[in-house]
């Protein structure tokens, strides 16, 4: 067998974007992506920290790291990463739906509202991310039309 694996799995000049990529889990996917020569965007609901970050990973990896801060919970904040994303790129090789919140309350005393918090960004907040990184032959999905055609007009080719 004399097959070349050495750029089999390159992510060199790939363009990738992290949801939740300001901290933790996300920063590190983000930092090992720069690390490996793709150009990163992160998202993060936070902006001040998601600036930060974008600035010290990119300092610290000589890579274009470009916070895009945005609130994946809500169909606005879905809207603005996919309008952000769109000024900048017109395809997308690589997505990690790593944005999610969390609600610490004894189940006995667990609000509504936390549970909403926690639904809206965790379960519903990863389907329009996911058609964003869609390629050729992509379709919408059905149900909540509007929501999912924002992103499949701008990046599903």
């Not at 690390?35 to 998601?50: E, L, W």
């Not at 600036?51 to 801060?69: D, K, M, V, W």
Request: charged share 15%.
């Amino acid at each position: 067998m004399s097959e070349n694996f050495n750029n089999l799995f390159s992510i060199h000049g790939k363009t990738a974007l992290v949801t939740g990529g300001s901290r933790g889990i996300g920063e590190m996917i983000a930092a090992g992506f720069l690390s490996q020569g793709a150009k990163v965007y992160i998202s993060s609901r936070k902006a001040q920290a998601c600036e930060a970050t974008a600035e010290r990973l990119s300092q610290a990896y000589g890579g274009q790291c470009i916070a895009l801060p945005a609130d994946l919970s809500n169909l606005a904040g879905v809207e603005s990463l996919a309008a952000q994303l769109a000024a900048h790129e017109t395809k997308l090789d690589i997505l990690v739906n790593n944005a999610g919140a969390s609600w610490g309350a004894p189940l006995d005393q667990f609000p509504e509202v936390g549970w909403d918090k926690v639904m809206d960004t965790n379960v519903k907040g990863v389907a329009p991310p996911s058609v964003a990184g869609c390629r050729a032959g992509c379709q919408p999905f059905s149900g909540d039309q509007h929501r999912f055609d924002r992103w499949s007009q701008e990046f599903c080719v």
